[in-house]
């Protein structure tokens, strides 16, 4: 098992920058792939991007370009670095672990263990 805890959320102003981290604790942390999920208020909980094992990465398009997801496996931590950030950003952004050996962001069901997330708040 893993358990993990989101920090870094805050308040930023559009075309800002924040850095999520996210720390995990238990065994063999380097063998799960990682992703990060955020939620707006109102709304479904959405993949944002994933890290495999080996370090492979894919965004939604939403974020693509602006986003950085990274893991670092001596550490047990997993970052999410957000740039120009705008409005639509804002929401509960959340950690997540799977067992699988390829993890997709656009399914949430791949993933077993989550953090209690952290907020991220981008004014205009």
């Known amino acids: 098992q893993v358990q993990l805890v989101e920090s870094g959320g805050g308040s930023v102003q559009a075309g800002g920058s924040l850095r999520l981290s996210c720390a995990a604790s238990?065994?063999?942390?380097?063998?799960?792939?990682m992703g990060w999920f955020r939620q707006a208020p109102g709304e479904d909980r959405e993949g944002v991007a994933r890290?495999?094992?080996?370090?492979?990465?894919s965004y939604s398009d939403s974020v693509k370009g602006r986003f950085t997801i990274s893991r670092d496996n001596a550490k047990n931590t997993l970052t999410l670095q957000m740039d120009s950030l705008k409005p639509e950003d804002t929401a509960m952004y959340y950690c997540a672990a799977s067992n699988r050996r390829s993890c997709r962001w656009s399914n949430e069901k791949d993933f077993g263990y989550w953090g209690q997330g952290t907020q991220v708040t981008v004014s205009s």
């Open positions: 238990g065994n063999s942390y380097s063998s799960y792939c």
């Open positions: 890290i495999d094992r080996d370090g492979w990465t």
